[in-house]
């Protein structure tokens, strides 16, 4: 399985709403990443968790809260978003935080009503 | 202030035409470089890498890069484009001794039969 499998694909939501989007590997990569792509855009890093611990925070709002729960699991916790959260939320994997190359999810495409 | 930059926005090449898609970048020392590709919808796919040595990388699909340290850029190459080679095409760089790229604003691909 060489897949970075994200649910779910798109996600409508209220600026009261709580919600989370999942990330699952199962290439026993050890680090994984959540992005953030405006439309037209490129990819802005938003959290690393590097062996199941959280290592880098690119300064990102508390409305959004990342877990990792275990090696193959990167959830992404969402609660009182704002219209300009909508965009598409990537996650990827690593095979540790030097691996040197990123493996992609297709993203959830958000909706902040 | 460090930037990878990638002048064009928007390419348009007829199938069979060759390619090159600019990259450069603005670094206190070589960084690590990367291009990615991402088709609509998708994820982000890494084409190729430049760590250090030969200057001139292959990459999977076709495609290779040359590494120019005189120019500050990673330009990207493919000799006969195909059409399912319409994407948005990244250029990225990370600084050395960091593997997690940041991301140049992209280069729209459009590929006419």
């Known amino acids: 399985d060489t897949e970075v499998t994200q649910t779910p694909k798109h996600l409508v939501m209220g600026m009261t709403n709580k919600k989370s989007l999942k990330c699952e590997q199962h290439m026993g990569h050890r680090a994984m990443y959540w992005y953030k792509q405006k439309a037209k855009k490129p990819p802005e890093l938003m959290f690393v968790y590097s062996y199941e611990k959280l290592s880098i925070n690119e300064s990102v709002p508390s409305r959004f809260s990342p877990e990792c729960p275990n090696s193959s699991l990167l959830n992404l916790h969402l609660h009182a978003l704002q219209p300009e959260d909508s965009a598409l939320y990537l996650c990827?994997?690593?095979?540790?935080?030097?691996?040197?190359?990123?493996?992609f999810g297709s993203g959830t495409q958000l909706s902040v009503l | 202030a460090q930037s990878v930059t990638q002048p064009d926005i928007h390419i348009t090449v007829s199938e069979g035409a060759s390619l090159e898609l600019r990259c450069n970048y603005s670094y206190g020392a070589t960084p690590y470089l990367f291009w990615y590709v991402q088709s609509p919808g998708q994820g982000l796919q890494l084409l190729l890498k430049y760590f250090s040595g030969d200057t001139l990388v292959q990459g999977i699909k076709g495609f290779e890069a040359e590494f120019k340290r005189s120019q500050s850029s990673f330009n990207l190459r493919k000799p006969s484009v195909h059409w399912s080679d319409a994407a948005e095409y990244f250029c990225?760089?990370?600084?050395?001794?960091?593997?997690?790229?940041?991301f140049g604003r992209g280069t729209s691909l459009i590929v006419h039969p």
């Open positions: 990827a994997s690593s095979p540790d935080p030097q691996g040197e190359k990123l493996f």
């Open positions: 990225a760089v990370a600084p050395r001794g960091s593997y997690i790229p940041t």
